[in-house]
T-cell receptor
Framework: LAKTTQPISMDSYEGQEVNITCSHNNIATNDYITWYQQFPSQGPRFIIQGYKTKVTNEVASLFIPADRKSSTLSLPRVSLSDTAVYYCLVVPRGAGNNRKLIWGLGTSLAVNP | GAVVSQHPSRVICKSGTSVKIECRSLDFQATTMFWYRQFPKQSLMLMATSNEGSKATYEQGVEKDKFLINHASLTLSTLTVTSAHPEDSSFYIC??????????????FGEGSRLTVL
């Protein structure tokens, strides 16, 4: 399973755009890149998933370069409620129930007023 | 509402007692569920993979006799912490793999259960 590396923490201010970059040098051909958000004492919540190029939903954008060895989660105009831990994971698609995920420490984002 | 529901969200028990945590998939069938444990300021650690109708697969270092997992139906998996001790105090999270009629192959997480053993 591909290992991911992301910054331990980031600070931002309300209204700013936040970009969190994740490295996954050993990503496999059938792996997707998935980002989760976790608030204290809550389970992780799915944010976005992508395979290549760019994916955008109502919450965030995900940028993936051609070599797929990294990805960047972009949160537009963050608010205080976006303060959370953000996890980047590489998830194999297909292969039945092989969904054992390796969770890193994630990036603790603090949004200040 | 939540796609995966955990109950109870918080539980406090005395040392030596057993505690059962339920994980339900509300609007899909989950042949596979995963149980995680998370200590403060640490990441999620996979404890076991629960498969409907068969024995759970435990990760290395997780005692199967201490953490009993039952996945008797396609919508319910339970984790029982037997003879709980203070060191078992943690945040337990389940996730369910959406398959069957949904067929999306996506993972959904429960809200988590905070266990405190006195």
């Amino acid at each position: 399973l591909a290992k991911t590396t992301q910054p331990i923490s980031m600070d931002s201010y309300e209204g700013q755009e936040v970009n969190i970059t994740c490295s996954h040098n050993n990503i496999a051909t059938n792996d997707y890149i998935t980002w989760y958000q976790q608030f204290p004492s809550q389970g992780p919540r799915f944010i976005i998933q992508g395979y290549k190029t760019k994916v955008t939903n109502e919450v965030a954008s995900l940028f993936i370069p051609a070599d797929r060895k990294s990805s960047t989660l972009s949160l537009p105009r963050v608010s205080l409620s976006d303060t959370a831990v953000y996890y980047c994971l590489v998830v194999p698609r297909g292969a039945g129930n092989n969904r054992k995920l390796i969770w890193g420490l994630g990036t603790s984002l603090a949004v200040n007023p | 509402g939540a796609v995966v529901s955990q109950h109870p969200s918080r539980v406090i028990c005395k040392s030596g007692t057993s505690v059962k945590i339920e994980c339900r998939s509300l609007d899909f069938q989950a042949t596979t569920m995963f149980w995680y444990r998370q200590f403060p300021k640490q990441s999620l650690m996979l404890m076991a993979t629960s498969n409907e109708g068969s024995k759970a697969t435990y990760e290395q270092g997780v005692e199967k006799d201490k953490f009993l997992i039952n996945h008797a139906s396609l919508t319910l998996s339970t984790l029982t912490v037997t003879s709980a001790h203070p060191e078992d105090s943690s945040f337990y999270i389940c996730s369910a793999l959406a398959g069957g009629d949904r067929g999306t192959g996506e993972l959904f997480f429960g809200e988590g259960s905070r266990l405190t053993v006195l």
